[in-house]
């Protein structure tokens, strides 16, 4: 049977090119919201640092309704970081809408997820999005799209895909480039025209693959899925099953069933197929567990998510200052924290290690720990991290391998010569190199992932911030070769104590400094990065001694040059092997692993 009523459907495209902006509209343009309604802008992106850093971490869902038939829209991240939330909601849906910058084409994460899509034999709607933006080129970014379906070998019936024009931010859509600017109907139509209705047998046993986790404190946690088969009601007994895992069958009772509406979870007594459905009342439930009938438990098969290619330690803070500033500082509550994150996050992993202070966490990318990191911050957590490192594997013949990526970057040309050079000195290989629009120069490079930490904050120097580089993780190679993180040293806090204005005005001589007079300080912290590839130890803390002379230039007020303000990832990359992030609610401090100078100098010679 065919659910006519229904369709289901992924917005999926690069980072930025305006796919959750396009679902606002979506739902302004379905009725949604009042007329006179106050709507903040990106109003999927519903986490604090989604709406900082206006990029989509998690996936979300929503329904609108359009002509009596119910859409089901997945909105999904375009970061590679989370290049697992797509690959596994993709399950959810049978067409997808692939959103293509109409200036910037065609970029590394729309391979990636158009990869995912074409994979699973999904439909895909092509919009070609920001058409008003003064240098858009529509016509040969169609081209280029084209292109790239048949670089993924993709089938006939897949390229013969409708193209939609559109302007998510002024709010219309339209079939050809010569219509008149309306609203977002013609979109509407093509999801309805194109995107096959869900299929199933609404008699036969239940079958609901679980896709997505959410976790609310009052209910615990809420699976997600699509209904492939059969019906489900409130209280119906079911079992858990999973196709990776042969062993698991479960018994459970459905708690209450919901389904999307807008931006809302609307209860429902019974769903049934084609509809996905929101479930509450199981406790352990995980992505990738099918819950069925008990008379038929058959599970639905479901690809492994990708593995993680970098770690990071977590541990308790142990520095003199540990303790001051956060809520939740011990082992118990760092574990407690990390654990309940594997409920929503599958990308990530927690190990424990042969300290009890101490836990593994791996992830897909910097941003991906990162984000982690800055969540556990506001939440009062108080720990230390470790610089990331990556995670390397062994083949047959026990050579080692590390993961490479692909890495885009979009230069003006002036700056090719720097960027060439720097990467290269990174392992990086340059596999092409072509003219873009706006005196731009496109490098393609295949680079190592640990050539890649760290240098962010250097690119946006080095091309006075007007470079855009993108990465995609592009499977295990051969080991490169030792690399030399960084070219610099750091300056180290001498002693404990206040930062005085004297102390810091002989030592900003030495390089740059990370802090201002009054903060406090303690011996083996860094404060400072020196230009040469040494560690200095000096006194901030030291005041002018008092004599009972007094020249007339002895009270010239000392001029400070002002000190660098560190964000989270600036810290994430400056801190090298021997170093430590000490990351509390209020302050972000950089510290050696071993404070006392004595024994750091022993361990740096046992190296």
């Given at each position: 049977?065919?659910?006519?009523?229904?369709?289901?459907?992924?917005?999926?495209?690069?980072v930025d090119h305006g796919k959750t902006?396009?679902?606002?509209?979506?739902?302004?343009?379905?009725?949604?919201?009042?007329?006179?309604?106050?709507?903040?802008?990106?109003?999927?992106?519903?986490?604090?640092?989604?709406?900082?850093?206006?990029?989509?971490?998690?996936?979300?869902?929503?329904?609108?309704?359009?002509?009596?038939?119910?859409?089901?829209?997945?909105?999904?991240?375009?970061?590679?970081?989370?290049?697992?939330?797509?690959?596994?909601?993709?399950?959810?849906?049978?067409?997808?809408?692939?959103?293509?910058?109409?200036?910037?084409?065609?970029?590394?994460?729309?391979?990636?997820?158009?990869?995912?899509?074409?994979?699973?034999?999904?439909?895909?709607i092509v919009c070609i999005n920001k058409?008003?933006?003064?240098?858009?080129?529509?016509?040969?970014?169609?081209?280029?799209?084209?292109?790239?379906?048949?670089?993924?070998?993709?089938?006939?019936?897949?390229?013969?895909?409708?193209?939609?024009?559109?302007?998510?931010?002024?709010?219309?859509?339209?079939?050809?480039?010569?219509?008149?600017?309306?609203?977002?109907?013609?979109?509407?139509?093509?999801?309805?025209?194109?995107?096959?209705?869900?299929?199933?047998?609404?008699?036969?046993?239940?079958?609901?693959?679980?896709?997505?986790?959410?976790?609310?404190?009052?209910?615990?946690?809420?699976?997600?899925?699509?209904?492939?088969?059969?019906?489900?009601?409130?209280?119906?007994?079911?079992?858990?099953?999973?196709?990776?895992?042969?062993?698991?069958?479960?018994?459970?009772?459905?708690?209450?069933?919901?389904?999307?509406?807008?931006?809302?979870?609307?209860?429902?007594?019974?769903?049934?197929?084609?509809?996905?459905?929101?479930?509450?009342?199981?406790?352990?439930?995980?992505?990738?567990?099918?819950?069925?009938?008990?008379?038929?438990?058959?599970?639905?098969?479901?690809?492994?998510?990708?593995?993680?290619?970098?770690?990071?330690?977590?541990?308790?803070?142990?520095?003199?200052?540990?303790?001051?500033?956060?809520?939740?500082?011990?082992?118990?509550?760092?574990?407690?924290?990390?654990?309940?994150?594997?409920?929503?996050?599958?990308?990530?992993?927690?190990?424990?290690?042969?300290?009890?202070?101490?836990?593994?966490?791996?992830?897909?990318?910097?941003?991906?720990?990162?984000?982690?990191?800055?969540?556990?911050?506001?939440?009062?957590?108080?720990?230390?991290?470790?610089?990331?490192?990556?995670?390397?594997?062994?083949?047959?013949?026990?050579?080692?391998?590390?993961?490479?990526?692909?890495?885009?970057?979009?230069?003006?040309?002036?700056?090719?010569?720097?960027?060439?050079?720097?990467?290269?000195?990174?392992?990086?290989?340059?596999?092409?190199?072509?003219?873009?629009?706006?005196?731009?120069?496109?490098?393609?490079?295949?680079?190592?992932?640990?050539?890649?930490?760290?240098?962010?904050?250097?690119?946006?120097?080095?091309?006075?911030?007007?470079?855009?580089?993108?990465?995609?993780?592009?499977?295990?190679?051969?080991?490169?070769?030792?690399?030399?993180?960084?070219?610099?040293?750091?300056?180290?806090?001498?002693?404990?104590?206040?930062?005085?204005?004297?102390?810091?005005?002989?030592?900003?001589?030495?390089?740059?400094?990370?802090?201002?007079?009054?903060?406090?300080?303690?011996?083996?912290?860094?404060?400072?990065?020196?230009?040469?590839?040494?560690?200095?130890?000096?006194?901030?803390?030291?005041?002018?001694?008092?004599?009972?002379?007094?020249?007339?230039?002895?009270?010239?007020?000392?001029?400070?040059?002002?000190?660098?303000?560190?964000?989270?990832?600036?810290?994430?990359?400056?801190?090298?092997?021997?170093?430590?992030?000490?990351?509390?609610?209020?302050?972000?401090?950089?510290?050696?692993?071993?404070?006392?100078?004595?024994?750091?100098?022993?361990?740096?010679?046992?190296?």
């Open positions: 049977m065919k659910r006519e009523d229904v369709r289901n459907v992924a917005i999926i495209a690069h902006t396009l679902v606002d509209e979506l739902l302004k343009s379905s009725g949604v919201f009042r007329a006179n309604q106050e709507v903040v802008e990106r109003v999927m992106d519903s986490n604090d640092i989604e709406r900082e850093r206006g990029i989509t971490i998690l996936s979300k869902n929503t329904a609108v309704f359009y002509n009596d038939i119910r859409i089901n829209i997945i909105d999904t991240p375009g970061h590679a970081d989370f290049g697992g939330e797509v690959e596994r909601v993709l399950k959810m849906v049978n067409g997808v809408i692939l959103v293509v910058d109409a200036y910037e084409g065609p970029m590394p994460q729309t391979k990636f997820v158009l990869k995912k899509a074409l994979e699973l034999d999904l439909p895909a058409i008003d933006r003064p240098e858009a080129r529509p016509k040969e970014v169609i081209d280029e799209v084209l292109e790239l379906f048949m670089d993924l070998d993709a089938s006939d019936e897949q390229l013969d895909c409708p193209f939609v024009f559109a302007s998510a931010r002024a709010g219309f859509a339209k079939k050809n480039l010569e219509d008149p600017e309306g609203d977002m109907r013609p979109l509407f139509e093509t999801i309805v025209d194109y995107i096959p209705a869900p299929e199933g047998d609404p008699k036969a046993d239940a079958q609901i693959l679980i896709s997505t986790i959410d976790y609310n404190e009052y209910v615990g946690r809420i699976g997600i899925g699509k209904i492939d088969n059969g019906t489900v009601r409130v209280n119906q007994e079911c079992v858990i099953v999973n196709h990776h895992d042969p062993d698991k069958l479960r018994k459970v009772k459905l708690g209450k069933l919901y389904q999307f509406d807008g931006l809302n979870r609307v209860e429902v007594a019974e769903a049934t197929v084609g509809d996905i459905v929101a479930m509450s009342g199981i406790t352990d439930l995980h992505i990738g567990d099918t819950i069925c009938s008990p008379e038929n438990p058959q599970s639905i098969p479901f690809q492994k998510i990708s593995e993680p290619t970098i770690a990071m330690n977590f541990m308790v803070n142990d520095s003199p200052l540990a303790g001051q500033e956060g809520k939740f500082v011990t082992s118990r509550h760092i574990r407690e924290r990390l654990f309940k994150e594997l409920n929503t996050d599958v990308s990530l992993r927690v190990e424990e290690t042969d300290s009890p202070d101490c836990f593994k966490v791996s992830g897909r990318g910097e941003l991906h720990l990162s984000v982690l990191i800055e969540n556990m911050r506001r939440e009062g957590y108080e720990f230390a991290v470790s610089k990331a490192e990556v995670l390397y594997k062994y083949n047959e013949r026990n050579q080692k391998q590390e993961p490479m990526e692909l890495a885009y970057i979009d230069v003006p040309e002036e700056f090719t010569g720097n960027v060439i050079q720097k990467l290269t000195s990174r392992k990086g290989e340059l596999q092409g190199m072509s003219p873009v629009s706006g005196g731009y120069t496109r490098l393609e490079f295949a680079i190592p992932s640990r050539g890649l930490i760290g240098y962010r904050g250097e690119f946006l120097t080095d091309t006075k911030g007007n470079g855009i580089m993108n990465t995609i993780f592009d499977g295990y190679a051969p080991y490169k070769g030792d690399l030399n993180y960084r070219k610099t040293g750091s300056l180290i806090a001498y002693e404990s104590g206040e930062t005085i204005t004297y102390g810091l005005f002989n030592a900003q001589e030495r390089g740059l400094l990370f802090v201002g007079p009054g903060e406090k300080v303690y011996g083996g912290m860094v404060i400072g990065q020196n230009p040469k590839a040494e560690d200095i130890e000096v006194n901030v803390c030291k005041t002018k001694k008092l004599t009972n002379t007094r020249s007339s230039s002895a009270d010239e007020a000392l001029k400070l040059v002002p000190k660098k303000e560190m964000s989270l990832e600036q810290c994430l990359e400056f801190i090298d092997t021997d170093e430590l992030l000490e990351v509390t609610p209020k302050n972000l401090r950089i510290r050696k692993k071993i404070l006392d100078p004595t024994l750091r100098k022993r361990a740096s010679f046992k190296k």
